[in-house]
C-alpha cells in the first residue's frame, strides 16, 4: 500500500482502488459510498490524531478526513508525509458535510502516491501571498489554484455561450485566416510574419474576411486569435486575444446593437446559470450581474461628449474632453459607472474609426459605428460598425488611410458585385471575461498571455 509506482493509466488505478472512479465535481451522486479519485493533494491539515488533507482534480476541492485509529498506518503515514501538489489516488467513503464548501467529505480508507513532490524542491507557489510577476513567471503552476482554474472555467463558458448564441440564431461559422497580406485595425499595430519571400502579417480581426462569407452566407461569424503589436502596457491590453465577430448582411447599426445586447445578456445569463459556484470562488458580486438585461441605454457620441464635459466641470474628470476625439480610458470608465448596465455609445467621428466604417448618411463626418462599454469601468468589450458599402468612398479611404489598394483588390471586389449595407461587431473574449469575473486585469482571463513584457511561459 501507498508504494510510490509508476502511473500507467486509469486501469491501474482500478487494479488498485476497487472503488469506481469519479470526480469531485459528481461525488454527490455517490453519497454513502465508497469512490475513486485521482488529483493532487492541494493542502494538508493535521489535528491531534486527525489529517485533513484537501484533494483538488479540476473539477473541484474535497477535503479528505483521516483518522488514526481507523486507517491502516500505512495510509496514515503516506498522507501525513505528503507534500502539496503530490499527485495521488484516493479511495474513500463520500459523507455529505453541510459545512464543506461542496457539500461532502472524503472518509479517506485508501491512498496511492503517483509522484511525490520533493521536499528538497517544493512546489513554488504556496498559500502565502506572491507577487504578480512571480505569480506569471509560474503561470503554467499558477493555473492549478481554485481561483485561476475558475477563472478558466467562466472563459470556457462564454465562449461556449457566444458560440451558442450564434449557432442557435442561423448564424454559419467561419474561420478566417490567421495570416493576412494587409491590415484591417490600422497598420501601427501589426505584427510582422516572414512569409517565405512575401511580407505578411497576424491578423488583427476577421472582420474583412467573414465580410466575404457574409455575402456568401447571410449571416456569418468567426471565433480565433487576433493579434495586435501593441505598445501600450494597460490593464486591458493583450498583444494575443480572442474575438468572436459576427457579420451580418443586410443588417444595420440598430441591428447590430440589438444583436450586441443579445448576446451580452445571453452570455451573462448562461454563467449566472452555470458558473455561479466559480463566480462565487472568484469573489463576484453576481448581483451586478443579474441586472444585465437588454434593452442596454444607447447614447450618441455627441451625447457623451457632453457629459463628459459636464464631468469636467465637475471635477470628476481631469482634462476637458473636446470633440473629434476617441475616448480614453478614463472617459470609458467616467462614462460607464452612471449606468448599471453595458452602455452602447455609437456614431463616433469617422476620424478616429477604422477606413472600413459607412459614413452616417445625415452627417457623414460621423461613423455609422458602436462601442460597447462594460459597467463598473471596465472599459470597451465591443467594437462595430456599418461596412461602406460604396465601392468608389470605399477606394477613396483606402487610399487616404495610405493602405496598400493591391491587398485590398478581392475586398472591393465585394462592393462590386452585389454591394449591400452589412456591418457586425467584434468582442474581445478576455476583456468580457474580465468583466464577467471582476478582474482587475487581463492577464488572468486567458491560460497564457502575450503582453508587451511577457512572451514567457
Ligand atoms: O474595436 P476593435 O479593434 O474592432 C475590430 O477589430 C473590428 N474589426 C471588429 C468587427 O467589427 N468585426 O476590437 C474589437 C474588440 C474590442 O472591443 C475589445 O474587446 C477587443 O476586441 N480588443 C482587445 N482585447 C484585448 N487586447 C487588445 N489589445 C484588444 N484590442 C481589441
Ligand atoms: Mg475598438
Not at 344 to 351: C, E, G, I, L, S
Request: glycine letters at 8%; hydrophobic letters at 40%.
Amino acid at each position: 500500500m501507498a508504494v510510490l509506482r509508476a502511473y500507467i493509466d486509469v486501469a491501474s488505478a482500478k487494479e488498485i482502488m476497487s472503488s469506481p472512479v469519479t470526480t469531485i465535481a459528481e461525488v454527490g451522486k455517490h453519497e454513502g459510498q465508497s469512490v475513486t479519485i485521482r488529483g493532487w493533494l492541494y493542502n494538508l491539515r493535521e489535528s491531534g490524531k486527525l489529517l485533513f488533507p484537501q484533494f483538488r482534480d479540476g473539477s473541484g476541492v474535497i477535503q479528505g478526513v483521516v483518522p488514526k485509529n481507523v486507517v491502516p498506518p500505512e495510509v496514515f503515514d503516506a498522507i501525513k508525509t505528503l507534500t502539496q501538489e503530490s499527485s495521488v489516488i484516493v479511495e474513500g467513503k463520500v459523507r455529505a458535510d453541510k459545512r464543506a464548501p461542496g457539500g461532502y467529505e472524503l472518509d479517506v480508507a485508501n491512498v496511492e502516491v503517483v509522484q511525490r513532490v520533493a521536499e528538497s524542491d517544493p512546489y513554488p507557489i504556496t498559500p502565502k501571498e506572491h507577487g504578480t510577476d512571480f505569480l506569471m513567471e509560474h503561470r503554467h503552476l499558477w493555473v492549478r489554484s481554485q481561483r485561476q482554474a475558475a477563472i478558466l472555467r467562466v472563459r470556457a463558458e462564454i465562449i461556449k455561450a457566444a458560440r451558442d448564441f450564434f449557432d442557435d440564431r442561423g448564424f454559419t461559422l467561419t474561420d478566417p485566416p490567421i495570416i493576412t497580406p494587409a491590415a484591417c485595425e490600422g497598420t501601427t499595430t501589426l505584427f510582422p510574419v516572414d512569409y517565405f519571400d512575401d511580407q505578411a502579417y497576424l491578423t488583427q480581426s476577421g472582420q474583412l474576411y467573414i465580410e466575404a462569407t457574409a455575402m456568401a452566407l447571410g449571416k456569418v461569424y468567426s471565433f480565433g486569435p487576433t493579434f495586435r503589436a501593441e505598445k501600450s502596457k494597460t490593464r486591458r491590453h493583450l498583444t494575443e486575444f480572442w474575438m468572436v465577430e459576427p457579420e451580418v448582411a443586410y443588417g444595420q447599426l440598430d441591428d447590430l446593437m440589438e444583436l450586441a445586447e443579445g448576446l451580452i445578456s445571453f452570455i451573462v445569463k448562461r454563467c449566472l446559470q452555470r458558473r455561479r459556484v466559480d463566480l462565487q470562488t472568484i469573489g463576484r458580486d453576481i448581483s451586478k450581474l443579474e441586472k444585465i438585461t437588454p434593452p442596454f441605454p444607447r447614447i450618441s457620441y455627441d451625447e457623451a461628449v457632453k457629459n463628459l464635459q459636464e464631468g469636467h466641470a465637475k471635477g470628476a474628470l481631469e482634462s476637458k474632453f473636446e470633440w473629434g476625439g476617441d475616448l480614453g480610458s478614463p472617459d470609458e470608465t467616467y462614462l460607464s459607472v452612471q449606468f448599471d448596465k453595458p452602455v452602447m455609445v455609437h456614431r463616433y467621428p469617422a476620424k478616429v474609426k477604422a477606413f472600413y466604417m459607412e459614413p452616417d448618411p445625415e452627417r457623414p463626418e460621423l461613423a455609422l459605428c458602436v462601442d460597447v462599454l462594460a459597467p463598473e469601468g471596465y472599459g470597451e468589450i465591443i467594437g462595430g460598425s456599418q461596412r461602406m458599402a460604396s465601392h468608389e468612398l470605399l477606394v477613396q479611404r483606402i487610399r487616404e488611410h495610405g493602405l496598400p489598394e493591391e491587398a485590398f483588390k478581392w475586398y472591393l471586389d465585394l462592393r462590386k458585385y452585389g454591394s449591400v449595407p452589412h456591418g457586425g461587431f467584434g468582442m474581445g473574449i478576455e476583456r468580457a471575461v474580465a468583466w464577467i469575473c471582476g478582474l482587475e486585469h487581463v492577464r488572468e482571463t486567458i491560460p497564457f498571455p502575450r503582453m508587451l513584457y511577457r512572451l514567457y511561459p
